[in-house]
């Protein structure tokens, strides 16, 4: 094939259209150094064991690979339950904002957990629980009711009743049942007083309670607790007016006595003290993970050790390369354009020489030490190498030469 | 064209007076050795990066750090920072009246960053008009970055009115 006629993706024998990674398609996939992968994984097996469920978080700075993580924390969870039981829930607690109604307070938190878990979950417990042997003999929600136990005899009634009402059998639209479970004040509804439910969730206690119930359920259906995967949870620092309340509720959730709820998360910022202080001050929610201010980090692992070492980063960019580079489509188009000598398959278009460069050139300045913007790099020379190639209708090699233009300011 | 990035070693900072210099210093691995010469040095309190922050990582790695800053006998606004910096034990302080200079030198792998310029390490520095320019540890860099560590271990201790804090005798009024 004429180089001219071909797209970036034949040109750099990607197996995919463009050069990028995706933190979601490409969760499976976990680079830089393995030792940071190795404690975050091991502080979640102990939590599995220790708390029930995992209750610690990652933090680093833009492009370090935080939402990339909590994919590949879903993806472990997913692919190896019998290390990590627990359902994965993403969500992202941004953009929080106490200025803006209905984006701030426990109540926009919680509505995003049960967004997370969305309806087919609820219904897939529901009727999970329901199919239990053991649990056909009486009525459903008093079923559930014997189970549950947190919050007043209201909520958990309530919650049972509306649960068996809505979420059991596919009969009626489930709208006033997610108001509800999402703490709208609902003034006088004849729909939610028929399934038996007598009260509003009028805190955020409440609140967090119809999630904790929810988890023992999971338990007891799955036996597996659930792990929401925070994303973006810098945004707390916007709490100011609600930090009690929030405080609060994390608090609960940190507590010893749920062992079905547990939480992941990640949050932008450098050094310890990027935590928002309505997580860490009062520390009585890291004494709860087992941790204080001075051992912060065996609890909320820094992803900037990934990469960290000059040998991290060249290793990163190995795997990066070896990950999206169909290799036996790139052997096919070296043989084809007779440059063997020149670049190996999994390297295509870069030689060694450039990647060594690149490598010390990136290595350089520490802000350059991060996922994103080796990737972002790597894509930018491979586009270069490219459109020159197509310019010109001859395969370019991305040579030390080659990227030394490109690579001057950084 | 060849060897561009090397020669492209200095760049000018007119924003943020030393903040790009300490997000480079918390993102910098091994780290050897650490100069702060600052005539005023606040706690940075409220900043992206405080004084405390700054001397966990000092602590934390072990880093051999000189600062270098006017007495807090004379200026006040010095007291809080030369009182953090004493409590280091990887600290070693230096008053001097006369100084004006403001150099951050940071060695670290692959070899290291500095900072010459006007701002003081303070907040209102941040934000007010300063200018510097950051020395990166490549080409001709390496030598200039070498030439100032030289210049702070040996020759700012033995300028006159240059007192080194005697940190067993506990900070006193003189």
Redesign the interface.
Known sequence: MEVKNMDLKDYCCLNRNRFVIDPELDAEWYFGNRQVNDELLMRIRNDFLVRGVPKCGILG?FGYGKTHTLYHLKYLFKSEPELYPAVPLILRIAPYDESTPGLNGWKYIHGKMLDAMGENFIREIVRGFNSLPGSGTGELSTEILKKIRFGDENLKSSLSSLLAAYFLRDVKSTMSAWQWLKGDKISKSSELDDAGVKKNLDTAGDMLNVILNLGSLTRIVKGAGIVFLMDEAQSLNEVKKRAIEIHDAFLQMAEPDNSDVGFVFAYFG??L?AIPKVFSTPDDILSRLGVTQTNIQVAIKDL?RLI???KDMREFIDQVLSSIIDSEKAENLLKELSIEDKLKPNQIPFTEDALERLT??M?????N?NARMIIQTLAQLSAEAYQKGKRENGYIVADS?FI??F???? | ?????E??YVKIVQERGHEDFF??F????KITHLTIISPWITTLKDEQ??L??II??INDENIETLVFMRSPFKEKHNMDSAELFFKCPTVTLYYNDELHAKVYICRC???GFALVGSANLSGRATRAHEIGLMI???GKGIDTIKELQNLSLHDLPNRSGTIKVDKQGGMKWK
Not at chain 1, 407 to 410: A, H, L, N, S
Not at chain 2, 1 to 5: C, I, L, R
């Open positions: 700075r450098t050094g003290n900037q960290s070492t000059k010390q050139v290595y350089e300045k520490e802000p030490r030469e030394e233009r690579v001057r300011d950084m | 064209m060849k060897n561009e990035w020669h492209n997000l480079r918390s993102l910098a691995h990066y405080t405390n922050e966990k990582k792998e692959p070899f990166d540890g490549k």
